[in-house]
């Protein structure tokens, strides 16, 4: 069974199919938040400090970390804040990081001071970043998400998609990556604009799991964009990508509606033993009276019973 090892300085998680579904907080990334992106530049990391605690006592198993405030000199800009904003968050929470970057020199800088072993986000099917990026996860000896696309775009036939995939995997392997270590991004697009695109991304993850036998994640929530009421739609989504397979998602875990269906699918796929993670976080829960807002189920792991203390070679990188 293929296991993905992700871990901070002091907690191992495993994304696996056999594990319960890995959310990863995409909170932390200043795209498309002005004020975040503004704060981050003057030093400001308040919001960064808020969102990453309130992502981890939503149940997120992994935080994203993204520091791409500017499109000018990112070369030159992006590393010592990538760096500055790693350092704060994996000193204040334990769980597992992913280094978010399109910057290589970004995110070799993020990988020199990482404490354990975590997530490299991402590389892509195109050369330039193929001989960029593996060495890179060879010599710190760290997963990758492996994004399907390269130098032609982002292809709407799921085959192609299947095949750059295909392509990460063998190149990874070339470096002494084994398949364990790819997390395979198969693009899911906004079912908006293309009316198949659930069913293609259900169609692809079968292929995954079971021809390359790779773990898998996405952006959940570009299922829904340019839709109204998106989280419903992201919601409804949940469930069927872990029934077709994926095993992890790059997610906003403060939506309850959202959430609730990750805890739910792990009940009803067995990767939640007896419930115990649904009573825990649902046994005091009120439905709200007609016309009030629902009370806030109590905060839980929604990957909690994957994730264990560790103390290894690998949580020790960086300590």
Request: hydrophobic share 45%; aromatic share 4%.
């Amino acid at each position: 069974m293929t296991r993905t090892i992700v871990a901070s300085a002091t907690r191992e998680v495993v994304i696996g199919f056999d594990q319960p579904f890995c959310v990863i907080g995409e909170r932390i990334n200043p795209t498309g938040r002005k004020k975040l992106a503004a704060e981050m530049i003057e030093g400001n990391f308040d919001t960064v400090k808020a969102d990453a605690l309130a992502q981890v006592a939503a149940g997120a198993t992994m935080l994203d970390v993204n520091a791409g405030v500017t499109a000018v000199n990112p070369n030159e800009t992006e590393p010592p804040l990538l760096v500055k904003t790693l350092g704060i968050v994996q000193d204040l929470v334990d769980v597992p990081l992913s280094i978010d970057s399109s910057v290589t020199a970004a995110i070799e800088a993020a990988l020199s001071v990482a404490k354990g072993r975590p997530l490299v986000n991402s590389v892509t099917g195109e050369e330039e970043k193929l001989e960029a990026i593996l060495p890179l996860c060879k010599k710190y000896d760290v997963p990758v998400v492996a994004i399907s696309n390269d130098e032609t775009g982002i292809s709407e036939d799921p085959d192609v998609r299947f095949a750059v995939a295909r392509k990460i995997v063998e190149r990874a392997a070339d470096y002494g990556i084994k398949p364990e270590d790819i997390v395979v991004d198969p693009l899911v697009m906004p079912i908006g604009a293309m009316g198949t695109a659930g069913k293609q991304v259900f169609a692809l993850l079968h292929r995954l799991r079971h021809e390359l036998k790779v773990n898998t994640t996405c952006g959940l929530s570009n299922i829904s964009f340019g839709l109204p009421h998106r989280h419903g739609v992201n919601a409804g989504f949940i469930p069927m990508v872990i029934g077709a397979g994926m095993t992890s998602a790059i997610m906003n875990p403060c939506r309850p509606q959202e959430m609730e269906m990750v805890r739910a699918a792990n009940v009803l796929n067995g990767t939640d033993p007896d419930c115990t993670n649904w009573i825990r976080t649902y046994r005091d829960y009120a439905p709200a009276a007609a016309g009030a807002p629902a009370s806030a189920a109590p905060a839980a792991a929604a990957g909690g019973d994957g994730g264990r203390r560790r103390g290894g070679r690998a949580a020790r990188r960086g300590a």
